[in-house]
């Protein structure tokens, strides 16, 4: 069966510091790949998505940046970080052929 | 603009109780309509998905989809108080991704 694991589970960081959170997926191959954000009250946000390898497409322009540098790996940076960027990240995947998106456990940050 | 609305709540409901959630979306492209749930602090775990007019029913769940009012609902019978959370209503068109309601808080009171 497919799993989604996100790391790190919690983090603070100081404003201006960078960040990466890494998302990998285990028992499919070639899979769509999501990162959201959630904000305190609001939504889910879409910030980027990769339908394959070194493929990001963005959603919302801002400082963080998406890679994919293998199939199941899915990484969210930022070189320097805001105290608008404090949220719940979600990773996601959706398998070839279906609608519904698969979310890993996910990473709260909070930027102090 | 893709939107999703639903309301935030909270709607509350005695335990037994049917709970009935709304969901009203803005591109008639839409093919395909999503229910999840999440507890506070956990990411959203899948419920029921519906892509055909009419009703679909899974054990205590009923998603229910009118293309036409572009309208979509979720109804809970025997509502439990592990049911209260939230529920987030979410939208696929095209290819690319789902887009999702700001979510309804659930409250089911023993």
């Known amino acids: 069966s497919q799993t989604i694991h996100q790391w790190p589970a919690t983090l603070v960081q100081p404003v201006g510091s960078p960040l990466s959170l890494e998302c990998t997926v285990e028992g499919t191959s070639n899979p769509n790949l999501y990162w959201y954000r959630q904000a305190a009250g609001r939504g889910l946000q879409l910030l980027f998505y990769s339908v394959g390898i070194g493929q990001i497409s963005s959603e919302v322009p801002q400082n963080l940046s998406a890679s994919r540098p293998q199939d199941r790996q899915f990484i969210l940076s930022s070189k320097k970080l805001l105290l608008s960027d404090s949220g719940f990240y979600l990773c996601?995947?959706?398998?070839?052929?279906?609608?519904?998106?698969?979310f890993g456990e996910g990473s709260r940050l909070t930027v102090l | 603009q893709k939107e999703v609305e639903q309301n935030s709540g909270p709607l509350s409901v005695p335990e037994g109780a049917i709970a009935s959630l709304n969901c009203t979306y803005s591109?008639?492209?839409?093919?395909?309509f999503f229910w999840y749930r999440q507890y506070s602090g956990k990411s959203p775990e899948l419920i029921m998905f519906i892509y055909s007019n009419g009703d679909k029913e899974d054990g205590r769940f009923t998603a229910q989809l009118n293309k036409a009012s572009q309208y979509v609902s979720l109804l809970i019978r025997d509502s439990q108080p592990s049911d209260s959370a939230t529920y987030l209503c979410a939208v696929f068109v095209g290819y690319s991704t789902l887009t999702f309601g700001k979510g309804t808080m659930l409250l089911v009171s023993p």
């Open positions: 996601a995947w959706r398998g070839r052929g279906t609608g519904e998106l698969f």
């Open positions: 591109d008639r492209g839409s093919q395909s």
